[in-house]
């Protein structure tokens, strides 16, 4: 069935520098790519995705890729700050109904 | 605008026993997910609603859990009989509509089975 990995499962960044995280997904038919951040004992919130037509998203510091191709999109944040620190889940969608098949996530650390 | 609310936030049982979780999704939402969660892993789908209806149930084990959304609002998760492997969070979340768009999640509720 569908699947959606994620990579690294842990990244520890000096604060100030950039973090990138991977993920490959297995269905070609997927449209659609949220990520989602979800910060210790809170809930997950989206923080930015991209649809399948397009190749790349920026909002802010936060940046999202796709390579439709080689079905993979990446994650960028740059400038981190220590409000960054939480897990990370890449999510995509399978199905008519768009329903999410979601990575393992990646805790992101950033040092003072 | 209030968000995605879900009761109990805690729930401690012994395995066998049952559990209830309910969920109040965002006003004019009209689907409705529950997900479960274990420890280091991302959120992974139960059911989902549309309405009153549901969506999809395929990864629900149904043997022991069931889950309603009756007059397209409310819905609850239920547990019977839990076992070990149940220990989760299971998080609400909802949307305006199956389209591309963003999941509100609530809090979670998180079960430990003993």
């Known amino acids: 069935g569908e699947n959606v990995e994620q990579h690294p499962s842990t990244l520890s960044v000096q604060e100030g520098d950039s973090a990138v995280i991977k993920c490959t997904y297995s269905?070609?038919?997927?449209?659609?790519f949220p990520w989602y951040k979800q910060e210790l004992g809170k809930r997950p919130q989206l923080i930015i995705d991209i649809r399948s037509n397009v190749g790349e998203k920026k909002d802010q510091r936060i940046a999202v890729t796709l390579n439709k191709t080689a079905k993979h999109f990446s994650l960028h944040i740059t400038e981190t700050q220590p409000e960054d620190s939480a897990v990370y889940f890449c999510?995509?969608?399978?199905?008519?109904?768009?329903?999410?098949?979601w990575g393992a996530g990646t805790k992101l650390i950033i040092k003072p | 605008e209030a968000g995605v609310a879900q009761s109990p936030r805690y729930k401690i049982i012994e395995k066998r026993q049952s559990v209830a979780f309910w969920c109040n999704p965002i006003?004019?939402?009209?689907?409705l997910y529950w997900y479960q969660q274990i420890l280091g892993q991302g959120p992974k789908l139960l059911i989902q609603f549309q309405n009153n209806g549901v969506v999809d149930d395929s990864q629900l084990p149904k043997d022991r859990f069931s889950a309603e959304r009756l007059k397209g609002v409310d819905s609850t998760l239920k547990i019977q009989p839990a076992k070990l492997e149940d220990s989760a969070v299971y998080l609400c979340a909802s949307s305006l509509s199956p389209t591309p768009g963003e999941l509100f999640f609530g809090e979670g509720s998180r079960l430990t089975v003993l």
């Open positions: 006003s004019g939402h009209a689907t």
């Open positions: 269905d070609s038919a997927s449209n659609y």
């Open positions: 999510a995509a969608s399978i199905n008519s109904n768009y329903q999410l098949i």
